[in-house]
């Protein structure tokens, strides 16, 4: 039965780790497909719209993102090693994490973007959007790389009550345009 991991916070090292890439072998594993459901249940209850392996301190190229209810296609995902093959434009928008609990702040990103990738059954694997999916996109991508957004952002502040809910790169309300 899939559980909820912990989610560990800015300053513990594995979060500034790069990431180890998955080897095709180890996919199939029971453990490695227990840590896929492991993690969906993780973002679930936290609750987010994305989850990078290295925030439960796995150190693996692995995300899950899902954006189901902004559009059906839009989840739920998972991506083992992924890579960002096309990026176009900027955008700047509120970004949280959820191993960066209580902030927010803006961050510049691609507008829209390509991942390539392979899934849970190790089958090749194309995700692309803009927009919210975008940003969530290459957050995660970026949380495999080491790299959290309070390294980039501006204006990092304390979470007002309304912007609560933006943790792990939800929208603020009156950026919900660029989601
Ligand atoms: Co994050």
């Known amino acids: 039965m899939p559980y ?93 994490c959820l191993s960066v609990p209580g902030y927010v702040g803006e961050m510049k990103r691609y507008e829209s973007v390509a991942v390539t990738g392979v899934d849970r059954a190790g089958k090749k694997i194309r995700l692309e959007g803009e927009g919210l999916f975008a940003r969530c996109l290459q957050h995660e991508i970026d949380h495999l790389n080491g790299v959290l957004y309070i390294d980039k952002a501006r204006d990092v502040h304390l979470a007002r009550e309304e912007e609560e809910q933006l943790e792990e790169v939800a929208p603020a309300p009156e950026a919900e345009s660029v989601g």
């Open 4 to 96: 909820v991991r912990t989610i560990i916070h800015d300053g513990h090292p594995t979060l500034r780790k790069t990431a180890k890439r998955v080897r095709p072998d180890e996919i199939a594993d029971p453990l490695f497909q227990q840590l896929i459901d492991d993690m969906f249940v993780t973002m679930y209850a936290a609750p987010g719209i994305g989850l990078a392996a290295p925030q439960i301190d796995v150190s693996k190229r692995i995300f899950t993102i899902d954006l189901h209810d902004d559009d059906p296609e839009h989840g739920p995902f998972v991506v083992i090693n992924p890579k960002l093959v096309e990026a176009r434009g900027e955008a700047e928008a509120a970004e949280g």
